[in-house]
């Protein structure tokens, strides 16, 4: 057999880091779409009723790209309590039904099994050797911290950018460096190169912005294409986002054992770990209320179960805490029009509190 062809579903800027180490690791990668509703659609066809839209955008992410045939899928999965733990075998059993059989190769997570972890990476490593693949896995995490700090630095200028749109310009050539850089070095290089475009965005220090914290589901945290954007569209309203979960801060824990400062905060309001993101929200929650946030969006899939029961707490939490929260509940029925009207009303709400 040749050169074997490797795929993986879009979340975010990672694709950019995870199409690098597939490479180095000697395969042929199929670029994962980003997703748009025609992906969507094909999800939603072949998933079962109840399947949250993060299983659907995933899903139809592998159906669009499944006639590339595909060798060897790459999928978080396999550990509970989450149902989502299961999400990548129903994947690889629906694929199977419709006729494709590639190989699936699920992680998750690396710190609650390392040693199932690295037995993953000795699988996938193909023809390359076992050091060459922690070093190309090394280099990989690189790329991926560089591109969460060009993020988050996107999101402190957009809020205060005088030129509308110049801060997603400078972003999106930032990632160019990036997805270009190959070594160590020229990771840094693109790095320091984003940092600078992103730095000679015109600002206005004065401005006075809000700081509103993210919290939810990991999936429609990190794919703009789930959450419609929502961090750009805060950051054009003069609000900079603070999300809780970035691939990088996600993978040095155990996702379903959660930050440990989050898990304390939330016991005297939710005391029981109920799966998924859903205690670690409502810690969340508390915390940016005690750094003086100005509000809490939180990003939930429809369906999804931990985050129905953070949500329940969310309206004692946020007159407890005197703090706004919104939920955005998403499923495939969501808009584009409708989420931005409840946004803005939302940031106006806010403004105007501080007014009164």
């Not at 979340?11 to 042929?28: I, P």
């Not at 440990?260 to 939330?266: H, R, Y």
């Amino acid at each position: 057999m040749g050169i074997k062809k490797i795929t993986f579903a879009h979340m975010g800027t990672s694709a950019l880091a995870f199409k690098m180490l597939f490479q180095d690791l000697g395969y042929e990668v199929i670029n994962p779409p980003v997703p748009d509703k025609h992906i969507l659609s094909l999800g939603v066809k072949y998933s079962p009723e109840f399947a949250c839209i993060p299983f659907k955008i995933v899903l139809g992410s592998y159906l669009k790209i499944i006639e590339n045939n595909p060798h060897v899928i790459v999928s978080a999965g396999g550990f509970g309590p989450c149902r989502a733990g299961y999400y990548g075998e129903m994947h690889r059993r629906i694929l199977n039904e419709l006729g494709y059989n590639p190989d699936f190769i699920f992680f998750w997570p690396p710190l609650k099994k390392p040693l199932n972890f690295f037995k993953k990476i000795y699988q996938l490593k193909d023809k390359t050797s076992f050091i060459s693949a922690m070093i190309a896995l090394k280099r990989a995490w690189k790329k991926l911290k560089a591109l969460d700090q060009i993020e988050i630095l996107s999101h402190k200028i957009r809020a205060r950018e005088k030129n509308h749109g110049m801060t997603t310009y400078a972003f999106h050539r930032g990632l160019t460096y990036l997805d270009e850089a190959r070594t160590t070095s020229s990771i840094r290089e693109a790095r320091e190169a984003a940092v600078e475009e992103l730095r000679k965005v015109p600002v206005d220090n004065q401005r006075s912005v809000l700081n509103i914290g993210i919290v939810g589901e990991i999936y429609v945290q990190l794919e703009p294409a789930a959450n419609f954007h929502i961090e750009e569209l805060l950051g054009n309203m003069t609000a900079v986002p603070h999300r809780t979960i970035f691939l990088t801060n996600f993978a040095r824990k155990s996702p379903f054992s959660h930050d440990s400062k989050a898990k304390k905060i939330a016991k005297p309001f939710l005391p029981e770990m109920v799966g998924g993101h859903g205690q670690q929200s409502v810690g969340d929650v508390v915390s940016f209320s005690q750094q003086g946030y100005d509000g809490v969006i939180q990003l939930a899939p429809f369906t999804c179960i931990p985050e129905i029961v953070a949500k329940s707490l969310m309206p004692y939490l946020s007159k407890r805490m005197n703090i706004p929260v919104l939920t955005l509940f998403i499923d495939e029925q969501t808009g584009q029009a409708g989420v931005e009207t409840r946004v803005e009303a939302f940031i106006d709400m806010i403004q105007q509190r501080q007014k009164d």
